[in-house]
T-cell receptor, first 113, second 113 residues
């Protein structure tokens, strides 16, 4: 069965600093991996996805993530944090043949001015 | 149209009431989903409809009754809910294959009194 683990329920960074949100997956077969962002009282917005086409995936709002099979990781990064990046971030996984999406527990990103 | 529209945005209902949540998409997606999200928690899958047929029911109590009248609409009928059912209810749609990710609506904030 597939699952994802997000290390750190809360991450704080200064404005302009590097953002690094961690996600590790557990899957017996190559997974599809996603990062979603959720602003307060809103739905989830897809930031980026890994579908085996390329290991470095670029998404919206300057975010990117790198799929590392040897580390079973799919960490989300952004070179320079902006105040508008403050939100909840969810890593998620699905697999070939499975029509559902499993979410990690989420990481709340705080950006300090 | 690249949106999933959910109505109402907020709903307060008593434990003896009957109400319905509505979800609509016009992206031609063939799979639609209901998720429940409690505060500070990740979304939890409730139901999956694929080609207008219920394909997954994650052991949801019968006081929640989904309905998919056509490929664009998804309803969630609510009856005799409990206060612990208060949550954000999210609808999502997808092309039905795992690699594309889901498009989420902004949710209905439900409060049961």
């Amino acid at each position: 069965a597939q699952s994802v683990t997000q290390l750190g329920s809360h991450v704080s960074v200064s404005e302009g600093a590097l953002v690094l949100l961690r996600c590790n997956y557990s899957s017996s077969v190559p997974p599809y991996l996603f990062w979603y962002v959720q602003y307060p009282n809103q739905g989830l917005q897809l930031l980026l996805k890994y579908t085996s086409a390329a290991t470095l995936v670029k998404g919206i709002n300057g975010f990117e993530a790198e799929f590392k099979k040897s580390e079973t990781s799919f960490h989300l990064t952004k070179p320079s944090a902006h105040m508008s990046d403050a939100a909840e971030y969810f890593c998620a996984v699905s697999q070939t043949g499975a029509n559902n999406l499993f979410f990690g527990t989420g990481t709340r990103l705080t950006v300090i001015p | 149209d690249t949106e999933v529209t959910q109505t109402p945005k907020h709903l307060v209902m008593g434990m003896t009431n009957k109400k319905s949540l509505k979800c609509e998409q016009h992206m031609g997606h063939r799979a639609m989903y209901w998720y429940k999200q409690k505060a500070k928690k990740p979304p939890e899958l409730m139901f999956v409809y694929s080609y207008e047929k219920l394909s997954i029911n994650e052991s949801v109590p019968s006081r929640f009754s989904p309905e998919c009248p056509n490929s664009s609409l998804l309803n969630l009928h609510l009856h005799a809910l409990q206060p612990e059912d208060s949550a954000l209810y999210l609808c999502a749609s997808s092309q039905g294959t795992p690699g594309y990710g889901y498009t989420f609506g902004s949710g209905t904030r439900l409060t049961v009194v």
